[in-house]
Structure formats: structure tokens, C-alpha cells
């Protein structure tokens, strides 16, 4: 930062990576970002991880799309593998605003008008603001005419959501997860936080050193393990098992909270009988844990004064992820762990704005707020606001939907900021369903993976490029703030979507964010005593909030469940079998995820030059044991098969990876991990079995 990189302003917006949310300040000369700093956020104190604070350049990425594109005539759809971003575009032609806005529309238009409102669908984006994402369901459910509306949570906690909806009746967090500091045990598991939620994990961090027990459970070893009071590794897609197993000890040893229980629950006499026979003896070989531990696990959380579990997309991600979020609310009932500082349940959410996106209502079962779409009075609510009716029947999630367009059911589509040509799992299935639509519109800022498919692709804005509010893992709404100008003619994406909803014959007039923030008011409870002014002013508001100058609940359900009966309920479950088991034809487990340099399919973080200088390459983890086995060095080429596909990468070496399992990410698109995945779902949350499908490896020179 010499004399002629000084910064002649600052905007103070909000990271646009990860769900932790944390507060940061631009600073900016000649209308560029010179760099990134964090401020003093409630959830990150001035801390910022490696993405927040370097990768802020992909916006000026030299492929960002400047201009709107309409697919060249006779050109197919598909991936093209001589794909060059760095060179001019040959699929596609520039075109006015005026023009592609209208053949956008009218390409929907004339799906709906010939097949009905079903042949559409939309898939909105997290990293959009809580008004965009608002516009954008209310663009499919009053323009498009059906509930056809989801985006990536269906991929990350859509299970999780599932099961807090029916066992609390809420499917947010319970507390922050700055009240891992007051708790005396806290549970990671499933999660990787040091990775995907970095300054999260800062928090846990000091709990421990403060004496916080931190208990890490997980078939993969990782950095907090150094930190923890114990670490404990279970067989991979295990959870229920361990989990009953920890249950079965609480209520032998009678280690449960009666009178909590009796106060604030029901269903218990049930979760008793149910876990009688699943001793931790009987649960041991399924889960891979010496029964003695499992003991000594179950009594540390639950003879806790107080104490936290949080989780991550390792027990979201499975065929039962819904049993698994299950398990663990019943582990907090039965003990009476909710309701109190240093309690809680908290599934780290993922994307910047994940959990906004959901409460603002881009979910196909639920409008804002998680208010039935099947329910008449909600309906009725919405359509007086909206002045339309609204159609009764729950839409399509993510991956039904393109099972929608393979059967020839959904023919047209408008995809905001998603990417699911790498996102999606079983690609090959994906990408032959996003061929097959005969309308595509993609809203994005590069031609991603998912924009080769496209008719027309309409230039969009990036997160320092915005205004508009977002909501954190925390429940914490955030005022984000637009630091430099949108370049060439891309346009804010609230404004993309008035524009394609007026041709709708929709009359919208909003003229700024803040407009649609004060209609989302009116639509939904939970921003009470949050407005758009009040954000301006104190940058961060947590939801639910009880008065205008009031900071916002940071522990929910201290006297009462927002339930029928006002009590949570417990929910048993029963251990299942991943949906594709290893065998002798494919005996290794693949997991896959994040790395903490790359952001989801890196449409982003690729496009971010000190991240992608620091992880450049696609590569596969594997512990020590595979690589002798595989006859392999670290920096090998490894080709892995599943019955979907195979691809081929280098190896690394992670101590933490259990024999028997390989983890890759799924950022890479001349590796796209989702080749390999399997589309199966749980049947509760609609979400893929990404963390669990049967695998072989070979070094690539004997594939
Ligand atoms: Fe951004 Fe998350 Fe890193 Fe914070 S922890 S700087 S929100 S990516």
C-alpha cells in the first residue's frame, strides 16, 4: 500500500463467501478495491479468513460479462470443451438490454401460455440479498404461476431444516454460535469449520482455551482437532447409530433433564422404548466407536451445565440427514441443552446469504417466513399483498426438477447466480436435463459452467456491487453496501427480475432495495422491529427482535416452541445403510466439499487471484494408508470411478482421511467432483447423498 495505492474512500459492506457474515470495509481508489479489512461485526470481532479478506478482485476478473448474450443461431447446447474464457465469446452474440429482456420473457412466456404454469421453474441464489431473493420467488410463484422455486440450500441443509421445522418448529438456529464461549462442552460434527467457516471457528478456538470441552466428532481428522478435549472418528454415513447409542447411555444412566422434559417436550416415553436395545454394544460395530466412548461422549455432553452442538453438511448430506438433524435435537431435549446462554443447536449454514434466501421464502413447500404454501389462510395473506392468487400445490426442489426437465415436464427455466451444471450431482444427468430445456435464461456474472447452456444470458451484479440486507448463520440481518460501479452495462439483479416480471404483465415499481425490504415487512414476522433505516444506522439486527431499539434474540425458546403445542418434540430414527454401500467393485467411500480457498464451484474464488494462486489445481485427499496401498507419492495423478463416471486429478495427503475414503472438492471443473456423486435423496429434505457414494481408486497410469 505505497502513496499511489492510497484508498480515497471506504464502504463498509459484508463478506460474500460464507454464512459467518463477518462485517468488513472496502477500501477503494479510483472506483477499484485496493483491499479488504474486517470491522467489528458481532460475528467476527474484526477478523476476516484468507477468502474475505483477498478475494475481492473477481468482479474485475477480465471474463466478467459486461454485456447481455443471446445464444448464436444452430449453435448446441452443452458444454464446450475448447471453452476459453480469455477468449471472445463464439456460442453466443451481444445483444441491447431491450432485446434479450424481451426474448428472456417471451421464451417463458410462450412455455407457459402452450404447456402451463408447471412447464417453468426457477432456481434463485444465496449470494443474492434477502430483496433480491424475495423478488425472485415472488417472480415464479405470481408471474411463472407455480411453486417451481428453490436454490442451494436444497444441497446444503435443506434435511437439517426438515428436521428443526418438526421438531421445534423452527428451522434456524437456536443460538449464535458466539455462545460457544459460555458453553461448557460444544460438539462439532460433521463439520469442518476451520475450513468452510474460518472465523467461526476463531470462536471455538478461544471457548477451548478458555476451558470450553470441545468434542469433535467425524470420520475425517481436521485442524480444531488440536484444540479439542476429544476427538472421536465414526464410520462414515454411521450418525444415527452413534447418536441412539449416546441416547440409550443418557437414559439408562438416567443422565436426562426431567424436568425439562416434562416442561418443554413430548414424545419422550417414545424415544425411550425406541432406544432400549441400541446399547452403545449393539451400536459399536455399525459406528466404529468403542462402546466405552461412546459412554464417555454421551456423559460429557449431558452432565454439561450447559452445552452446544453444532453441525455441518456431514450430517446434512445423506440419504438420513434428516435422521441425523433428528438425533441430535433429541440429544439436546433429552438433556434440556436449548433456551439458555451456552445452549443450543446450530447448523453452520453455508452460503453468505442461505439462510435469508430461505426465510425470504425460496422454497418450493414454503413461503416466506416457512408458512405452508398448502396452508389457505397463508395463501390468503399473500395474494391480499401480492393482489393474485397463488397456487396451492408445494413445487419442485432442485434435483426434482431436473428430473422434471428429463421427463419433459419443465421446459423453461431462469437460474440466478446458481451453477448447477457443477453444483447438481450425477452431472451427466444434470447437464443432459439443462440441454433438453428449451428456454434457458441464466443471470449471472460469468458464462459459468451452467451459462453455456443458456439461450440468453443476462449480465448481473456482484456482492460489492449491491445494496441490500443479509442474514447470517446467527439470524443476524446486515446492511451490504454497493463499493464500486456495476461494470459495462450489468445491472443489479432486483432490477433483472422487475424487468422480466413487468414482462409478465406484473406491475412492479420498485425503485430501490429498501423498497422491497419495507414489502417483505409486511410479508414477514420475523423482521419486526428491523428496518431498513435501523440497518443504515446499527449495520446488524438479529432476529426474532422484540423492540425497535432492543438487539435481537441471540438465544431463541427460553419458555416456549413456536409449535402447535408449544413444545418440541422427539423424533426417533433408526440406523439405515448409505443409499450405494461400498462393495468389492467400488470399496472406497467418496466425500466431497469445500476447501477453504475455494468457494463452491469457483465460479468466484477461480476467478480471485491470490486464491487461486495459493490452490491452483485440482486435487484429491487421501490419508497415508491409500497412497501405499495405490502404490502413489503426494502430487500422483489418481483417477476415481463411480458407477456415474470417473475423473482424474492429483493426490494429496491428508492425515486426517480414514483408510477407505477420498475426499474432493467440487470446485474444480476439469475435475467436477459431481460427476461422481449419486442424485439419491432423503426423503424429508430432498437433499443428494453428497457426502457418501461407493468409489474405486487407481493411479491413472493403470486406470
Ligand atoms: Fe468471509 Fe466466511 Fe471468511 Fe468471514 S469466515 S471472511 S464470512 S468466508
Redesign the pocket.
Known amino acids: 500500500r505505497g502513496d499511489s495505492t492510497v484508498a480515497d474512500r471506504q464502504v463498509d459492506s459484508v463478506?460474500p463467501?460464507?454464512?459467518?457474515?463477518?462485517q468488513?470495509t472496502y477500501h477503494i481508489k479510483d472506483d477499484e478495491i485496493l483491499y479488504v479489512e474486517g470491522r467489528d461485526g458481532p460475528s467476527?470481532q474484526n477478523r476476516?479468513?484468507v477468502?474475505?479478506?483477498f478475494g475481492y478482485d473477481y468482479p474485475r476478473h477480465p471474463s466478467r460479462l459486461i454485456a447481455p448474450l443471446i445464444r448464436r443461431e444452430g449453435v448446441a447446447k452443452g458444454l464446450d470443451p475448447d471453452f476459453d474464457p480469455a477468449q471472445p465469446l463464439t456460442h453466443f452474440r451481444e445483444a441491447s438490454w431491450d432485446e434479450a429482456l424481451a426474448f428472456a420473457a417471451s421464451g417463458l412466456i410462450d412455455l407457459k401460455a402452450t404447456y402451463g404454469p408447471d412447464a417453468l421453474a426457477g432456481f434463485g441464489s444465496a449470494k443474492c440479498s434477502n430483496e433480491e431473493a424475495w423478488l425472485f420467488q415472488k417472480l415464479v410463484r405470481t408471474g411463472f404461476g407455480s411453486n417451481h422455486v428453490d436454490h442451494c440450500t436444497r444441497l446444503c441443509h435443506a434435511s437439517s431444516v426438515a428436521a428443526l421445522m418438526e421438531c421445534i418448529g423452527s428451522g434456524a438456529v437456536t443460538a449464535s454460535f458466539m455462545q460457544a464461549e459460555q458453553a461448557d462442552v460444544v460438539i462439532l460434527i460433521g463439520c469442518n469449520p476451520a475450513v468452510n467457516?474460518?472465523?467461526?471457528a476463531t470462536f471455538f478456538k478461544q471457548a477451548a482455551k478458555r476451558g470450553t470441552k470441545l468434542l469433535i466428532l467425524d470420520p475425517r481428522g481436521q485442524a480444531l482437532d488440536a484444540y479439542a478435549h476429544q476427538s472421536v472418528r465414526f464410520s462414515p454415513g454411521s450418525d444415527v447409530a452413534l447418536f441412539n447409542a449416546m441416547l440409550n447411555v443418557i437414559i439408562s444412566e438416567e443422565l436426562y433433564d426431567t424436568t425439562y422434559i416434562a416442561e418443554h417436550t413430548e414424545g419422550f416415553e417414545a424415544l425411550k422404548m425406541h432406544t432400549v436395545d441400541m446399547t452403545p454394544e449393539a451400536m459399536s460395530g455399525l459406528c466404529g466407536v468403542e462402546p466405552d466412548t461412546i459412554r464417555e461422549v454421551a456423559r460429557l455432553y449431558a452432565n454439561a451445565e450447559r452445552a452446544m452442538i453444532f453441525w455441518g453438511m456431514g450430517i446434512s448430506q445423506h440419504t438420513h440427514g434428516t435422521d441425523n438433524a433428528r438425533g441430535l435435537i433429541s440429544l439436546a431435549l433429552a438433556c434440556g441443552q436449548t433456551g439458555r446462554p451456552g445452549t443450543g443447536l446450530h447448523p453452520l449454514r453455508g452460503q453468505?446469504n442461505v439462510q435469508g434466501a430461505s426465510d425470504a421464502g425460496m422454497i418450493p413447500m414454503v413461503m416466506p417466513d416457512y408458512q405452508p404454501v398448502s396452508d389457505s389462510q397463508v395463501r390468503a395473506a399473500f395474494e391480499e399483498l401480492w393482489n393474485t392468487k397463488l397456487d396451492p400445490t408445494p413445487g419442485l426442489t432442485v434435483v426434482e426438477i431436473m428430473d422434471a426437465i428429463a421427463a419433459g415436464t419443465i421446459r423453461g427455466m431462469l437460474i440466478q447466480g446458481e451453477n448447477p451444471a457443477m453444483s447438481d450431482p450425477d452431472l451427466d444427468h444434470a447437464r443432459a436435463a439443462l440441454a433438453k430445456l428449451e428456454h434457458l435464461v441464466v443471470q449471472d456474472l460469468f458464462v459459468t459452467e451452467t451459462a453455456q447452456f443458456a439461450d440468453v444470458i443476462l449480465p448481473a451484479s456482484a456482492w460489492p456491487e449491491k445494496n441490500g440486507t443479509v442474514t447470517n448463520t446467527n439470524r443476524q440481518v446486515q446492511m451490504g453496501r454497493a463499493a464500486v460501479p456495476l461494470p459495462g452495462q450489468a445491472k443489479p439483479d432486483w432490477w433483472i427480475t422487475q424487468e422480466i416480471a413487468k414482462r409478465f404483465g406484473l406491475d412492479w415499481n420498485y425503485q430501490h432495495p429498501r423498497d422491497v425490504f419495507a414489502e417483505m415487512k409486511q410479508g414477514m414476522a420475523s423482521l419486526d422491529h428491523i428496518s431498513w433505516e435501523r440497518l443504515e444506522r446499527e449495520q446488524s439486527v438479529t432476529y426474532p427482535c422484540s423492540a425497535d431499539d432492543a438487539p435481537g434474540a441471540d438465544v431463541v425458546f427460553s419458555d416456549a416452541f413456536p409449535t402447535a403445542s408449544g413444545r418440541a418434540k422427539f423424533s426417533p430414527t433408526r440406523p439405515l445403510p448409505p443409499d450405494e454401500p461400498v462393495d468389492s467393485d467400488y470399496p472406497t467411500v467418496l466425500t466431497t466439499g469445500r476447501q477453504l480457498e475455494h468457494w463452491h464451484t469457483g465460479s468466484m474464488t477461480r476467478r480471485a487471484k491470490v486464491l487461486d494462486d495459493l490452490e491452483p489445481e485440482a486435487v484429491a485427499s487421501l490419508g497415508p494408508a491409500e497412497f501405499i496401498r495405490l502404490g502413489m507419492a503426494p502430487g500422483d495423478e489418481l483417477t476415481i470411478a463411480t458407477r456415474r463416471g470417473s475423473i482424474t486429478l492429483k493426490a494429496r495427503t491428508d492425515p486426517g482421511m480414514p483408510e477407505g475414503m477420498v475426499f474432493v472438492p467440487f470446485c474444480y471443473g476439469e475435475a467436477a467432483a459431481n460427476l461422481l456423486t449419486n442424485s439419491a435423496l432423503d426423503p424429508y429434505g430432498k437433499i443428494p447423498e453428497f457426502k457418501y457414494a461407493a468409489c474405486r481408486l487407481s493411479r491413472s497410469d493403470v486406470a
Open positions: 463478506c463467501y460464507c454464512g459467518v457474515g463477518c468488513l467476527n476476516l479468513c477468502k474475505g479478506r467457516h474460518p472465523v467461526a453468505n
